[in-house]
């Protein structure tokens, strides 16, 4: 998917420089996520940092700006009695009381005397806490309360498993009343520093701990404010806990402001939409460009192209300004030369930027990488649909000659051979090998298990440059470029022809996963396939028969569709690629099929990521679960090290929804499309308010009736207006 993978079975190939290590799950760890811009942080849920060799941490621009932050009570880790990120994200919220504390033979502190909560949450490069310590006792105590502390600034691909062999060195002092300071002598020369500070001031400080003796009365409360900055610039940071929080807060509000709401009868249902909602708003980074989506925490938590192109086109419907940001940003960042370590080429679309030590030295080749195939024609293919959704020409002319560039390295670079088919290979032996979606080692590979050569030719990247050329002719003539409209209507009726031609196999029943270097088919059923339908390149007879390949028991699970099908080679339910669910997939394929009119199975699929979704911690969809078969009274087993949250995961439910409704929205001609709607069956209502059409706004209801829906327009602005076709 990204720059990481899972290990191959063992025997078999060997496994990239930038694969994910998993000695620890994440599942197992439950960790409390919070982030806000580049900054992020995994606690347990105790609110502590109190595993160095895993990824707990705090996180600043790919790097760990603080590595152990553990809180005891008399040299006694506490009792956990609650720990949860609120339903906004906004803030982690941790209670805590002491445990028995003996001292030889006496009990000295009996449990359950103090109680102890932490609120914390982070905003513009600073972690704050604040600890509310009470006595509940009804007789004086003192008590003393600990604060262990360290930084190890060490780079998220070292936690990830990637080793490095020399790196700078880390100091430590107390640099004030209530203050200590851990600085990197970093190799890229880059300062970064990370300030503790504590008020009051301890009872005693030392470079890694500090002390507080308190002096409780009965029903006494005493408050602790701990505040962590990653330092790594002159910028002033704010150090005090309630100028931030009201600053986090009026941040959070106008983020999620920008979006139209959801609100069904399902409570449960609703509570997924919330979590979802709330991750893609706090994954969303607002840059010089506008609001773009990280792709995931903890291994992603940084702008990609794909991830933020895909994310953007789920949430179109919904959050339209989040693709002008995405659309924005990468066309400020499009590949101007050819560069072979970075496999940079003229027109081409980021893949991923990194801020880390080890990206700035080229350690690791991602400080700005474009070993992508699919971000270019998915860049070209949602200005396309952004343009027909929002009517915006303003930012159509301001990106156009990006565009232009994109088809430009479509048709040379991105087809070397001339043959019509987008296909990679990557520049250099650091780069990735697979620049796809699937870009594990082991995720392209023919039906026998062999892995396929380079230069390979994925299935739904000719789908996707045929909607980036579909889409393309029409944003050329409403430029007044008709020759460049004829020119790309041209191309993406010649690539359908080739494309069916060259990707359809009998047998299968469907489309080939790809085409290897030697133009020989991968004939390996996969959820490629049905992205395949999302793009529209699929004639309808085809496509009838891809979703009945879709809905067979060796790729549906019940919890989803699998990214392979079980009867293939390579087929293993716990690995990345190859027979796990992904919920974006899932979506993307659940549009496909709407698009095609099977809206019944696209209600199926979106039945069973919800009901997923329902059964995770928080309500919150992962990047991906195994791919098990359901089973009665047992929920969906999880991957190990599975970004959450996700960008393209949190922004599922609501492009499955879009699919359910079939909705499309046309601001030329101010018109809301809902192509044979239906719900599925966990939702009876579903109410949608503040929806844009262009620059109109409509607030309607979709009710269940029979085997179909009503609607109903509540209440609009402009004239705008609602279809139905059933």
Same mark, same amino acid.
């Given at each position: 998917?990204?720059?990481?993978?899972?290990?191959?079975?063992?025997?078999? /190939?060997?496994?990239?420089?930038?694969?994910?290590?998993?000695?620890?799950?994440?599942?197992?760890?439950?960790? $409390?996520?919070?982030?806000?811009?580049?900054?992020?942080?995994?606690?347990?849920?105790?609110?502590?940092?109190?595993?160095?060799?895993?990824?707990?941490?705090?996180?600043?621009?790919?790097?760990?700006?603080?590595?152990?932050?553990?809180?005891?009570? /008399?040299? /006694?880790?506490?009792?956990?009695?609650?720990?949860?990120?609120?339903?906004?994200?906004?803030?982690?919220?941790?209670?805590?009381?002491?445990?028995?504390?003996?001292?030889?033979?006496?009990?000295?502190?009996?449990?359950?005397?103090?109680?102890?909560?932490?609120?914390?949450?982070?905003?513009?490069?600073?972690?704050?806490?604040?600890?509310?310590?009470?006595?509940?006792?009804?007789?004086?105590?003192?008590?003393?309360?600990?604060?262990?502390?360290?930084?190890? =600034?060490?780079?998220?691909?070292?936690?990830?498993?990637?080793?490095?062999?020399?790196?700078? $060195?880390?100091?430590?002092?107390?640099?004030?009343?209530?203050?200590? $300071?851990?600085?990197?002598?970093?190799?890229?020369?880059?300062?970064?520093?990370?300030?503790?500070?504590?008020?009051?001031?301890?009872?005693?400080?030392?470079?890694?701990?500090?002390?507080?003796?308190?002096?409780?009365?009965?029903?006494?409360?005493?408050?602790?404010?701990?505040?962590?900055?990653?330092?790594?610039?002159?910028?002033?940071?704010?150090?005090?806990? @309630?100028?931030?929080?009201?600053?986090?807060?009026?941040?959070?509000?106008?983020?999620?402001?920008?979006?139209?709401?959801?609100?069904?009868?399902?409570?449960?249902?609703?509570?997924?939409?919330?979590?979802?909602?709330?991750?893609?708003?706090?994954?969303?980074?607002?840059?010089?460009?506008?609001?773009?989506?990280?792709?995931?925490?903890?291994?992603?938590?940084?702008? =990609?192209?794909?991830?933020?192109?895909?994310?953007?086109?789920?949430?179109?419907?919904?959050?339209?300004?989040?693709?002008?940001?995405?659309?924005?940003?990468?066309?400020?960042?499009?590949?101007?030369?050819?560069?072979?370590?970075?496999?940079?080429?003229?027109?081409?679309?980021?893949?991923?930027?990194?801020?880390?030590?080890?990206?700035?030295?080229?350690?690791?080749?991602?400080?700005?990488?474009?070993?992508?195939?699919?971000?270019?024609?998915?860049?070209?293919?949602?200005?396309?649909?952004?343009?027909?959704?929002?009517?915006?020409?303003?930012?159509?002319?301001?990106?156009?000659?990006?565009?232009?560039?994109?088809?430009?390295?479509?048709?040379?670079?991105?087809?070397?051979?001339?043959?019509? =088919?987008?296909?990679? $290979?990557?520049?250099?032996?650091?780069?990735?090998?697979?620049?796809? @979606?699937?870009?594990?080692?082991?995720?392209?590979?023919?039906?026998?298990?062999?892995?396929?050569?380079?230069?390979?030719?994925?299935? /739904?990247?000719?789908?996707?440059?045929?909607?980036?050329?579909?889409?393309?002719?029409?944003?050329?003539?409403?430029?007044?470029?008709?020759?460049?409209?004829?020119?790309?209507?041209?191309?993406?009726?010649?690539?359908?022809?080739?494309?069916?031609?060259?990707?359809?196999?009998?047998?299968?029943?469907?489309?080939?996963?790809?085409?290897?270097?030697?133009?020989?088919?991968?004939?390996?059923?996969?959820?490629?396939?049905?992205?395949?339908?999302?793009?529209?390149?699929?004639?309808?007879?085809?496509?009838?028969?891809?979703?009945?390949?879709?809905?067979?028991?060796?790729?549906?699970?019940?919890?989803?569709?699998?990214?392979?099908?079980?009867?293939?080679?390579?087929? +293993?339910?716990?690995?990345?690629?190859?027979?796990?669910?992904?919920?974006?997939? +899932?979506?993307?394929?659940?549009?496909?099929?709407?698009?095609?009119?099977?809206?019944?199975?696209?209600?199926?699929?979106?039945?069973?990521?919800?009901?997923?979704?329902?059964?995770?911690?928080?309500?919150?969809?992962?990047?991906?679960?195994?791919?098990?078969?359901?089973?009665?009274?047992?929920?969906?087993?999880?991957?190990?090290?599975?970004?959450?949250?996700?960008?393209?995961?949190?922004?599922?439910?609501?492009?499955?929804?879009?699919?359910?409704?079939?909705?499309?929205?046309?601001?030329?001609?101010?018109?809301?499309?809902?192509?044979?709607?239906?719900?599925?069956?966990?939702?009876?209502?579903?109410?949608?308010?503040?929806?844009?059409?262009?620059?109109?706004?409509?607030?309607?209801?979709?009710?269940?009736?029979?085997?179909?829906?009503?609607? +109903?327009?509540?209440?609009?602005?402009?004239?705008?207006?609602?279809?139905?076709?059933?």
């Amino acid at each position: 998917m990204m720059t990481a993978s899972a290990a191959p079975a063992a025997g078999a /190939e060997p496994v990239s420089h930038f694969y994910i290590s998993a000695h620890s799950s994440l599942a197992e760890l439950r960790p $409390r996520t919070l982030k806000h811009g580049d900054t992020f942080a995994l606690f347990d849920p105790l609110g502590d940092l109190s595993t160095p060799h895993g990824p707990q941490g705090l996180y600043h621009g790919d790097m760990r700006f603080l590595s152990q932050l553990r809180l005891t009570i /008399e040299d /006694e880790a506490p009792l956990l009695l609650s720990s949860t990120v609120r339903s906004n994200n906004a803030m982690l919220d941790v209670d805590l009381t002491n445990a028995d504390v003996r001292r030889g033979d006496t009990l000295v502190l009996p449990k359950d005397t103090v109680h102890i909560s932490r609120s914390k949450f982070l905003w513009n490069g600073g972690c704050y806490e604040l600890l509310s310590v009470r006595n509940f006792a009804d007789a004086p105590t003192r008590i003393r309360i600990a604060l262990d502390f360290a930084a190890d =600034f060490v780079d998220v691909f070292e936690v990830r498993g990637f080793v490095r062999h020399t790196r700078g $060195r880390v100091s430590e002092r107390v640099s004030g009343v209530g203050r200590v $300071r851990f600085e990197y002598a970093s190799l890229d020369k880059v300062p970064r520093a990370t300030e503790v500070v504590f008020h009051p001031a301890p009872t005693l400080l030392t470079e890694r701990r500090a002390t507080f003796d308190l002096e409780l009365g009965p029903k006494q409360r005493r408050a602790i404010v701990v505040t962590v900055l990653c330092r790594g610039d002159d910028q002033p940071l704010e150090e005090r806990f @309630w100028p931030a929080m009201r600053a986090a807060q009026r941040s959070l509000r106008d983020a999620t402001h920008r979006a139209a709401a959801l609100e069904t009868s399902s409570s449960s249902v609703n509570e997924v939409l919330c979590r979802s909602m709330a991750d893609l708003c706090m994954l969303v980074t607002d840059t010089d460009r506008g609001p773009y989506p990280y792709a995931g925490v903890p291994w992603f938590s940084t702008a =990609f192209g794909r991830d933020g192109l895909i994310t953007a086109m789920q949430m179109l419907w919904l959050y339209p300004s989040l693709a002008r940001g995405v659309l924005r940003y990468l066309a400020a960042n499009q590949a101007q030369t050819v560069d072979a370590v970075s496999d940079a080429e003229p027109g081409k679309i980021l893949h991923e930027t990194r801020q880390c030590e080890l990206a700035r030295l080229g350690e690791v080749p991602f400080a700005r990488y474009y070993g992508s195939i699919d971000s270019t024609p998915l860049f070209v293919a949602l200005a396309g649909m952004y343009w027909r959704t929002t009517g915006d020409r303003q930012t159509l002319e301001q990106i156009w000659p990006n565009i232009k560039a994109a088809f430009a390295w479509m048709d040379h670079y991105g087809d070397p051979d001339g043959d019509g =088919f987008l296909e990679y $290979r990557r520049r250099s032996d650091g780069g990735l090998a697979n620049q796809g @979606w699937k870009d594990s080692n082991d995720a392209v590979f023919h039906a026998d298990g062999a892995l396929a050569e380079p230069a390979i030719a994925l299935c /739904e990247v000719q789908g996707y440059a045929y909607m980036a050329r579909s889409l393309g002719a029409q944003m050329a003539q409403a430029l007044g470029e008709s020759a460049l409209a004829a020119r790309l209507l041209q191309q993406a009726n010649e690539l359908k022809e080739k494309f069916e031609a060259s990707f359809w196999d009998e047998t299968l029943g469907t489309y080939v996963l790809a085409l290897d270097g030697h133009k020989r088919p991968c004939r390996v059923r996969s959820s490629n396939a049905g992205q395949v339908l999302f793009t529209g390149i699929a004639s309808p007879e085809r496509a009838a028969r891809t979703a009945q390949v879709l809905a067979g028991r060796d790729l549906f699970s019940e919890w989803g569709i699998r990214t392979i099908s079980s009867r293939e080679r390579r087929y +293993n339910p716990t690995s990345y690629h190859n027979g796990s669910i992904w919920p974006h997939d +899932n979506a993307l394929i659940a549009l496909g099929l709407a698009r095609y009119g099977h809206s019944r199975q696209a209600a199926r699929v979106t039945a069973a990521i919800l009901d997923a979704a329902m059964q995770m911690d928080l309500r919150r969809l992962p990047e991906l679960f195994c791919g098990m078969p359901r089973r009665r009274d047992k929920g969906p087993v999880l991957y190990p090290v599975a970004c959450a949250p996700q960008a393209w995961a949190a922004a599922a439910p609501f492009a499955l929804l879009q699919a359910c409704l079939g909705l499309e929205i046309d601001a030329q001609q101010r018109l809301v499309r809902l192509n044979h709607p239906c719900l599925p069956d966990s939702i009876d209502q579903l109410r949608i308010a503040n929806l844009h059409v262009g620059e109109d706004r409509i607030d309607m209801m979709v009710r269940r009736r029979g085997e179909g829906v009503a609607v +109903n327009v509540s209440s609009r602005s402009g004239a705008a207006e609602v279809v139905v076709v059933l």
